[in-house]
């Protein structure tokens, strides 16, 4: 298994696994992933099989805003290479590779080189089912979140350095 980042070469298998992974109102579209990966594309963490098949993978941005909204989902342009924070949109991993700690692998690694790059922590959303995943890894429960994105119920998760 390797890590890398992204390139525009990903679009379409990212753009893929998103729709697999979330629901319609939650998952970004090919268009969202294309402004994200020509803003950020080191924002963006994948897991790779020995064949080269994306099994798992993270994106999000840097801000030096401490709560993550949902205009962040939408708009690349208000990322900061620099900011506090590191934000996390989504945490993929194909069905079939579920269950293999593959989406923990990664997030560690995003962990390390948000920790590495100076930030003061990682801020996530993510329903109720998951909040003990999160939390196995050193993200804390802080509750219920502002957040409407795909009008689903999100629980704030932090993570600070």
Not at 96 to 109: C, G, I, Q, T
Not at 131 to 136: A, C, I, N
């Given at each position: 298994?390797?890590?890398?980042?992204?390139?525009?070469?990903?679009?379409?298998?990212?753009?893929r696994i998103e729709r697999e992974c979330f629901p319609v109102a939650e998952?970004?579209?090919?268009?969202?992933?294309?402004?994200?990966?020509?803003?950020?594309?080191?924002?963006?963490?994948?897991?790779?099989?020995?064949?080269?098949?994306?099994?798992?993978?993270?994106?999000?941005?840097?801000?030096d805003n401490e709560i993550l909204t949902d205009?962040?989902?939408?708009?690349?342009d208000l990322h900061n290479k620099n900011g506090d924070w590191q934000m996390i949109f989504g945490v993929n991993t194909l069905p079939?590779?579920?269950?293999?700690?593959?989406?923990?692998?990664?997030?560690?690694?995003v962990v390390e080189d948000t920790k590495k790059d100076g930030r003061k922590g990682i801020v996530l959303t993510c329903k109720d089912k998951l909040?003990?995943?999160?939390?196995?890894i050193g993200f804390v429960n802080e509750g219920l979140?502002?957040?409407t994105h795909g009008n689903a119920i999100w629980y704030n998760m932090r993570m600070i350095f």
């Open positions: 298994m390797k890590i890398r980042k992204a390139t525009i070469n990903d679009l379409k298998e990212l753009s998952a970004a579209t090919e268009e969202i992933f294309c402004r994200r990966l020509e803003v950020y594309p080191d924002f963006f963490w994948i897991l790779e099989n020995e064949a080269g098949e994306i099994v798992s993978f993270v994106n999000g941005m840097a801000t205009e962040m989902f939408e708009n690349p079939k590779f579920r269950r293999k700690d593959y989406a923990e692998k990664v997030l560690r690694r909040v003990s995943f999160y939390e196995k979140s502002e957040s």
